[in-house]
């Protein structure tokens, strides 16, 4: 149910565009716990390649998913955690990964795409 709730208010908070909603973590542990790692982006490059591109493109641009070159600029690092350990509506499961391994996908996109 908490995973429902998040996930309909992380869709709503982009579809209506209200920043401050989507960058509240909602209180979520595990997403406060991911943010205080410290990610390494070359391990995370390895993650999204074998985790990401085949949906979202090598460069993030040029699959059918969701552009991360456009996205991960307006995003806070909450919403990009919350989003990869929930998913999000219309699409994108939620990713089977170690809380490491989104801290290292999050320094990946980030260093790569904004």
Do not use: W
Request: proline content about 2%; glycine content about 12%.
């Amino acid at each position: 149910m908490r995973t429902t709730l998040m996930t309909l208010t992380l869709a709503f908070a982009v579809a209506c565009g209200d920043k401050e909603t989507a960058t509240d973590s909602g209180g979520d542990s595990q997403v406060d716990a991911i943010l205080a790692l410290t990610g390494d982006s070359t391990a995370g490059a390895t993650v999204f390649s074998n985790t990401c591109a085949g949906c979202h493109g090598a460069d993030g641009a040029s699959g059918y998913a969701a552009n991360l070159v456009e996205e991960i600029p307006e995003k806070d690092d909450a919403f990009i955690v919350g989003v990869i350990i929930n998913g999000y509506e219309g699409g994108m499961p939620a990713q089977d990964l170690s809380d490491q391994e989104v801290a290292d996908v999050l320094a990946y996109v980030r260093a790569t795409f904004g």
